[in-house]
């Protein structure tokens, strides 16, 4: 069963933790994991959106309770095996909010400890990775394309993980990228 105090104390180390301090905004809220209804499955974003979740308190979700652009492609992909974003756990490879995206890589490096005790007290079946950034912070290889990663199943520790298209409507993969993979996924699922 999920501890959720045991997060709770993560979410306190990751406040407390200053390496990138000249390098992002804190991320405000006092949680950063955004438990499901089912915690089998955990998206892994790259870091807190600039108009989401660091500010509306509710991953997916802007300030008015609106789902995100993103998030409305996503949940189409999960319809595919019968969840919605509120079944999914979410969490950020980087904790904090960038100011610059040439931090990606070293905030990556620096919050990947915190991003795997998270993921030791979720337990998770299937991560699911978005983009290029998040994929290099749980897979910790090298690869020279990110399309030559995507939709295929790694293993990490215990983990299984798919890296997938980021959803974000501004790539035309994101949907149309991903539709494949989900469909896979719901033959797992059911078996």
């Not at 997060?7 to 000249?22: A, G, T």
């Not at 319809?79 to 890589?105: S, V």
């Not at 991003?115 to 990775?129: C, Y």
């Amino acid at each position: 069963m999920l501890n959720k105090n045991d997060l709770l104390l993560i979410d306190k180390e990751i406040h407390k933790c200053n390496l990138c301090s000249e390098m992002v905004e804190k991320f405000p809220n006092s949680k950063t994991v955004s438990i499901g209804n089912n915690n089998s499955i955990v998206i892994l974003g790259e870091a807190p959106a600039n108009n989401g979740w660091r500010k509306s308190g509710v991953a997916w979700y802007d300030i008015n309770h609106k789902l995100l652009p993103s998030g409305v492609v996503l949940q189409k992909l999960l319809k595919e095996i019968d969840l919605t974003i509120e079944d999914t756990c979410f969490l950020e490879a980087i904790k904090c909010y960038p100011k610059n995206r040439k931090y990606l890589k070293e905030c990556s490096k620096n919050c990947r400890k915190y991003l795997l005790k998270q993921l030791d007290v979720i337990k998770p079946k299937l991560i699911l990775s978005l983009g290029d950034y998040a994929t290099k912070a749980i897979l910790d290889i090298k690869y020279k394309k990110f399309s030559d990663v995507v939709g295929k199943e790694f293993i990490v520790g215990d983990y299984k993980v798919i890296p997938i298209y980021h959803p974000s409507p501004i790539s035309p993969l994101s949907y149309n990228g991903n539709i494949e993979i989900f469909k896979k996924l719901k033959i797992c699922v059911e078996k």
